[in-house]
């Protein structure tokens, strides 16, 4: 696998691999319309690529490869949280007041906490969106992400998996921006109850079936 043939690779399953399904559910229903274009799907991206950059690495260093049973929790805990997103937005969708991340200005830069109502939890600042972070590094570790990692094990050489990787983490930032937003532009032309019910609904829905794929395969 030459250099630009690795670039090239990573970026385009970058893109394909942001778009799956439980990707896009995850990102659509934690946009709230509140935050800047795209910091809701850059965040995910950032968290996503974390892990497996890492473990993408440590695979062509020592060959060293997470056992399926821990993929298999993580897609797990993924599912649940896709399920737990969505009852959200669907809460959202029905004006009921629920937990979100309320974004404010300190020295002319936006930062974000967890807040309910009036009460706002926690007094780190942080720079990315602290909810799609998370969950884009669970998404890192489970079983989709594990598929890319074992394709930059078969890399020849360091660098060429040094450039997949590289490529790949900047084209799945860079969709998951895009997807945030679109999905968020769309909101603002209208009918943002009925996307936010749509979200809710995709995320419950694939969520769902990640649970059952995997709630026998974690014992």
Same mark, same amino acid.
């Given at each position: 696998?030459?250099?630009?043939? *690795?670039?090239?690779?990573? @970026? ?20 709230? @319309?509140?935050? !800047? !274009? ?6 995910? $991206? ?7 950059? *890492? ?37 959202? %969708? ?15 830069? &936006? ?24 969950? $884009? #590094?669970?998404? $890192? ?12 094990? *078969? %890399? ?17 930032? %860079? ?17 943002? &109850?009925?996307? &936010? ?6 995320? #419950? ?15």
């Amino acid at each position: 696998m030459a250099l630009a043939a *690795a670039l090239v690779a990573g @970026g385009v399953v970058g893109i394909r691999h942001a778009l799956e399904i439980d990707h896009l559910a995850a990102v659509t229903s934690m946009v709230d @319309g509140d935050e !800047p !274009p795209g910091f809701v799907g850059a965040s995910w $991206g950032v968290g996503h690529s974390i892990p497996i950059v *890492a473990v993408g690495l440590l695979f062509v260093v020592l060959d060293v490869r997470l056992p399926a049973s821990v993929t298999h929790v993580f897609e797990l805990a993924v599912g649940a949280v896709l399920v737990g997103l969505g009852v959200r937005m669907l809460l959202r %969708a029905a004006n009921v007041s629920v937990p979100t991340l309320r974004g404010h200005d300190h020295d002319e830069r &936006r930062h974000h906490h967890l807040a309910f109502g009036d009460v706002a939890l926690g007094t780190k600042h942080s720079h990315v969106h602290d909810e799609s972070f998370a969950v $884009g #590094i669970l998404h $890192g570790f489970a079983g989709s992400g594990a598929l890319v990692v074992v394709m930059v094990s *078969a %890399a020849p050489g360091m660098g060429q998996a040094i450039a997949f990787l590289s490529a790949f983490s900047l084209l799945t930032v %860079a969709t998951m921006a895009t997807v945030s937003v679109l999905w968020r532009r769309s909101m603002a032309l209208g009918g943002t &109850r009925v996307l &936010r019910a749509a979200a809710g609904v995709v995320s #419950i829905a694939a969520g769902t079936v990640l649970v059952v794929e995997h709630v026998g395969l974690v014992a």
